[in-house]
């Protein structure tokens, strides 16, 4: 498993758990949606600091 689909699975994994969906998780980050979802299929532009910002999230609201 490469490094998106970690991500990918990570982010459906706690939307599921949390019941959010991408905008929900965008404005509780504070990252833009289409960053979300860029981030969640792979298609679009994020950066590491991105990326790190919301699994620093996710982790912190596990």
Do not use: C, R
């Amino acid at each position: 498993m490469n490094e998106f689909e970690e991500l990918s699975d990570a982010i459906i994994d706690y939307q599921v758990k949390h019941h959010v969906n991408d905008t929900d998780l965008a404005f509780a980050s504070h990252l833009s949606v289409e960053k979300v979802h860029a981030m969640k299929t792979g298609d679009g532009s994020f950066t590491p600091e991105e990326v790190n910002q919301l699994y620093d999230y996710m982790a912190a609201n596990a």
